[in-house]
């Protein structure tokens, strides 16, 4: 599978064979083929998600009240007044500095403004690409090129197409954020953690790794960009908006709303085993709603201390700390669902350009596109809300190999070959 030659051992990237470059790529490009096809083909009849993004930004546009895009009623008939049939989005999981995303395309009619974000969704795409070449020190001709390619055009970036969701652009945020990271780059840091805290509320969980590492700079890079961004979010859209969006998302918490969802999400999954739900969970093990809650935090607490308890014995493996953090980050998130793995891509190729691939077993190997498939591909599974008990175990697939992959990143460091890169 792999070139035993001299300067191929002496390569952080021992080349694969002519033929298994030759495969990757073929790969690679039908996947992105793919993506793109049905992608676009769902965008040109569904405008699905991206509702919410452009109508919220449409409503700053023409001067009306932003706070109202938390009033779900009035949001679905303004949603109705812009010619979209598709009115059920509701914004109140949204911040208010997403009402800025879709500014540039309010202009346009919806499919229209829907077709050149997906393109410039394409193109972030591959700036992600780009940006991940050099912290992962690919070489050229190795075949790692087309691995990485091969990882970011999957069900996640179908998804986000077919949405118009958002989360290829947060996947570049996220590099940069890993790059500054990595290189100790404090106001790289700073901007990226800040960008994701008030566009999605995501990333969090990198604050408590850097109060660990005592990076008192890039602590306090964030927040000062955090603080900026949200005096201009308050300048533009008052702060009535902000009190309007707590009030729904604490009504929501309380509510428990993201509980009994199905998605491949940490609280769903308790969600779907103790919260009963007339409609979405009609067949939990038991209601014990607090239950659902004490387990997805202590379940959170467990992982976060583990996590940077591993740190001391990773010293020089930052990217292994790093993509442990960004896998539960996501696996956290309330409502994380399929677009939302977008954001697993680095730490899944991490996991992949760090194997042996010159000793490991055949066996191995289709365990690992088992877990690979199983984090970005295509695995139906059976609603959670069809199951009854303890058979809902069984409609979380995503995010039992997401978990995985998070214990891999911590405890298989002997099997991995990759080192900390400092040119980023």
């Known amino acids: 599978m792999i070139e035993h030659t001299p300067a191929a051992q002496e390569d952080r990237y021992p080349p694969f ?35 919410g993004y452009y109508s919220a930004a449409k409503i700053l546009a023409t001067h009306d009240s932003p706070a109202n895009i938390y009033d779900d009623d009035w949001f679905k008939h303004k949603v109705r007044s812009f010619d979209i049939a598709e009115s059920t989005f509701v914004m109140y999981v949204n911040p208010p500095p997403v009402s800025f995303i879709m500014l540039p395309l309010t202009p ?29 020190g690919l070489v050229g001709h190795s075949g790692y090129e087309a691995l990485l390619l091969a990882t970011l055009c999957t069900v996640p970036l179908m998804r986000n197409l077919q949405r118009g969701q958002i989360y290829v652009m947060l996947l570049v945020i996220a590099v940069f954020l890993w790059r500054g990271y990595i290189g100790k780059q404090t106001w790289v840091v700073g901007v990226s953690l800040a960008s994701l805290l008030l566009m ?27 603080i900026l961004g949200f005096a201009l979010s308050v300048a533009v859209l008052g702060l009535t908006t902000y009190e309007r969006h707590i009030e729904e998302l604490s009504t929501a918490i309380r509510n428990m709303d993201t509980a009994f969802t199905g998605l ?15 409609r979405w969970n009609p067949y939990p093990v038991a209601h014990i709603p607090w239950l659902a809650t004490f387990l997805s935090t202590a379940s959170l607490g467990f992982c976060l201390i583990l996590t940077l308890r591993r740190r001391r014995a990773l010293k020089k493996r930052e990217h292994s700390i790093f993509f442990s953090v960004l896998v539960l980050s996501v696996i956290f998130t309330p409502l994380a669902a399929d677009h939302h793995y977008m954001l697993l891509v680095p730490p899944v190729f991490f ?69 900390t890169n400092d040119a980023v």
């Open 17 to 51: 064979s002519p033929w298994i470059r030759r495969v990757l790529w073929i790969f690679a490009i039908t996947a992105l083929a793919v993506s793109c096809f049905l992608g676009f083909r769902y965008s040109a009849i569904h405008l699905s998600d991206f509702t």
């Open 351 to 419: 996991m992949l350009s760090g194997i042996n691939w010159i000793e490991i077993h055949v066996a191995r190997v289709l365990a690992i596109c088992v877990l690979v498939y199983a984090i970005l591909g295509w695995l139906p599974a059976r609603p959670a809300s069809l199951e009854n008990g303890w058979m809902k175990l069984l409609s979380f697939p995503h995010l039992y190999a997401a978990v995985f992959l998070w214990y891999l990143l911590l405890f298989t460091e002997n099997r991995f070959l990759m080192k």
């Open 200 to 226: 999605k509320y995501f990333g969090w969980l990198f604050i408590p790794l850097l109060l660990t590492e005592r990076r008192w700079k890039e602590l306090g890079a964030t927040l000062l960009c955090a």
């Open 264 to 278: 491949p999400c940490v609280p769903a999954f308790f969600g779907s085993l103790f919260v009963y739900h007339p």
């Open 108 to 136: 346009l009619r919806p499919f229209h403004a829907k077709l050149v974000w997906n393109i410039l969704t394409l193109s972030l795409l591959f700036l992600a690409f780009f940006l991940m070449r050099k912290p992962f």
